[in-house]
C-alpha cells in the first residue's frame, strides 16, 4: 500500500482543482441549501462507494464559540472517520484545529445527532483508512491531490462520546 506523499507539489503534478474561490463558494452554497431546506438537503449517509455528508459542531479554540462546518465522512465500524483538509489547501481547517483544542465535539448525520471524542488515526489505523478513501468517488486522484499539500494530510476519527451517566 503506497503512502501519502510528503513531497512538495511539482508544477507538472497531475492533480487538477478548481481555484480557490470556487471551492469558498461552493462551501457556501451548500450551507445555504441546508440552512434555506431546514435541513431536508445537504446531509447524506455513506455508501460503499461514495462518502457521505455531516455537518460537525466543534467550539471555537480561541473564541469559545459554536462553529459548524459540513464535512465527508464514512464509517468506520462506529466511528465516523474524515480527512482534515481545507480544500487541498495548505493551513489546515479551522474545525480540524478546533477539534485539537477541545476534542469533544457532536455531528448531525441524516438519522440524527451524535456527540463524539475526535482523534488523529496514526501508523497502520492511518494507511488503512486512507486505502478506504481511495476507494471512494474520486478516490483515484486522492494521492496527487495530496502531494499538493506540504503537510500529511491528516485522517480524523470520531469516536462516539461514552455515555452520560
Known sequence: MAAE???PPSPTGSA?????????????VHRAIYNVSGGRLGLR???PRVWGMMRLHTVGRRSGTAR????????DGANLVTMAMN???????AWWLNLQARPEASVDLPEGARDVVAREANGEERER????FRTLEG????DAHAATRERETPI??????????
Do not use: C, H, M, N
Open 87 to 93: 480544500g487541498w489547501g495548505q493551513p489546515p481547517p
Open 156 to 165: 480524523v476519527v470520531l469516536e462516539p462520546a461514552a455515555a452520560k451517566p
Open 139 to 142: 478516490g483515484d486522484d486522492l
Open 68 to 75: 459548524i462546518a459540513i464535512v465527508a465522512y464514512f464509517e
Open 16 to 28: 487538477r482543482l478548481p481555484p480557490r474561490w470556487f471551492i469558498r463558494a461552493a462551501w457556501v
Open 5 to 7: 506523499s510528503s513531497e
Open 45 to 47: 449517509r455513506p455508501t
Open 129 to 132: 483508512l486512507w486505502a478506504v
